[in-house]
Protein backbone atom coordinates (compact mmCIF):
# COMPACT_ATOMS: atom_id res chain seq x y z
CA UNK A 1 0.00 0.00 0.00
CA UNK A 2 3.05 2.38 0.48
CA UNK A 3 4.00 2.04 -2.87
CA UNK A 4 0.91 3.11 -4.14
CA UNK A 5 0.60 5.92 -2.04
CA UNK A 6 4.14 6.85 -3.20
CA UNK A 7 3.30 6.49 -7.08
CA UNK A 8 0.00 8.82 -6.09
CA UNK A 9 1.73 11.32 -4.14
CA UNK A 10 5.03 11.36 -7.34
CA UNK A 11 2.16 11.78 -10.26
CA UNK A 12 0.29 14.14 -8.21
CA UNK A 13 2.99 16.61 -7.58
CA UNK A 14 4.42 15.93 -11.48
CA UNK A 15 1.11 17.07 -12.62
CA UNK A 16 0.90 20.37 -10.56
CA UNK A 17 1.23 23.69 -12.74
CA UNK A 18 2.55 21.12 -15.54
CA UNK A 19 1.11 21.76 -18.70
CA UNK A 20 -1.67 19.34 -18.84
CA UNK A 21 -2.86 21.58 -15.87
CA UNK A 22 -2.57 24.80 -17.45
CA UNK A 23 -4.04 23.72 -20.54
CA UNK A 24 -7.39 22.56 -18.40
CA UNK A 25 -7.11 25.71 -16.51
CA UNK A 26 -7.50 27.74 -19.64
CA UNK A 27 -10.34 25.30 -20.82
CA UNK A 28 -12.04 25.66 -17.72
CA UNK A 29 -12.20 29.82 -18.01
CA UNK A 30 -13.64 29.46 -21.42
CA UNK A 31 -16.88 30.48 -20.19
CA UNK A 32 -18.47 29.17 -23.88
CA UNK A 33 -17.30 25.59 -22.33
CA UNK A 34 -18.99 24.02 -19.19
CA UNK A 35 -16.38 23.23 -16.13
CA UNK A 36 -18.30 19.92 -15.63
CA UNK A 37 -17.34 18.95 -19.09
CA UNK A 38 -13.93 20.07 -19.08
CA UNK A 39 -13.40 18.33 -16.43
CA UNK A 40 -14.66 14.85 -17.74
CA UNK A 41 -13.23 15.15 -20.91
CA UNK A 42 -9.61 16.40 -19.39
CA UNK A 43 -10.25 13.28 -16.70
CA UNK A 44 -10.51 11.15 -19.20
CA UNK A 45 -7.80 11.86 -21.19
CA UNK A 46 -5.59 11.62 -18.50
CA UNK A 47 -6.61 8.31 -17.37
CA UNK A 48 -6.42 6.61 -21.32
CA UNK A 49 -2.73 8.61 -21.48
CA UNK A 50 -1.85 7.09 -18.11
CA UNK A 51 -3.31 3.48 -19.32
CA UNK A 52 -1.21 3.80 -22.68
CA UNK A 53 2.21 4.34 -20.36
CA UNK A 54 1.51 1.80 -17.81
CA UNK A 55 0.82 -0.66 -21.07
CA UNK A 56 3.79 0.19 -23.22
CA UNK A 57 5.97 0.70 -20.02
CA UNK A 58 4.84 -2.62 -18.58
CA UNK A 59 5.09 -4.44 -22.34
CA UNK A 60 8.44 -2.53 -24.06
CA UNK A 61 10.43 -1.69 -21.02
CA UNK A 62 13.76 -3.62 -22.76
CA UNK A 63 13.03 -1.68 -25.61
CA UNK A 64 12.53 2.02 -24.52
CA UNK A 65 16.17 2.40 -23.30
CA UNK A 66 17.01 2.61 -27.26
CA UNK A 67 14.06 5.28 -27.85
CA UNK A 68 14.91 8.84 -27.52
CA UNK A 69 11.81 10.08 -25.01
CA UNK A 70 12.88 13.19 -24.32
CA UNK A 71 13.63 14.18 -27.89
CA UNK A 72 10.36 13.56 -28.68
CA UNK A 73 8.45 14.96 -26.02
CA UNK A 74 10.12 17.97 -26.51
CA UNK A 75 9.15 17.80 -30.18
CA UNK A 76 5.53 17.23 -29.86
CA UNK A 77 5.79 19.99 -27.06
CA UNK A 78 6.54 21.93 -29.52
CA UNK A 79 4.18 20.88 -32.36
CA UNK A 80 1.47 21.56 -29.11
CA UNK A 81 2.73 25.23 -28.41
CA UNK A 82 2.51 26.22 -32.36
CA UNK A 83 -0.72 24.51 -32.57
CA UNK A 84 -2.30 26.38 -29.74
CA UNK A 85 -0.70 29.67 -30.80
CA UNK A 86 -2.27 29.56 -34.09
CA UNK A 87 -5.45 28.56 -33.26
CA UNK A 88 -5.43 31.69 -31.29
CA UNK A 89 -4.29 33.82 -33.91
CA UNK A 90 -7.09 32.46 -35.80
CA UNK A 91 -9.45 33.66 -32.81
CA UNK A 92 -10.57 30.27 -33.03
Known amino acids: MLKLGS ?3 AVFLAELGDKTQLATLLFASDRAL ?3 SVFLAAASALV ?3 GLAVLIGSQGARYLEMVP ?3 IAGVGFIVIGIWVLA ?3 RGA
Request: proline residues 13%.
Open 7 to 9: IFL
Open 48 to 50: VST
Open 69 to 71: IKP
Open 34 to 36: NPL
Open 87 to 89: EHF
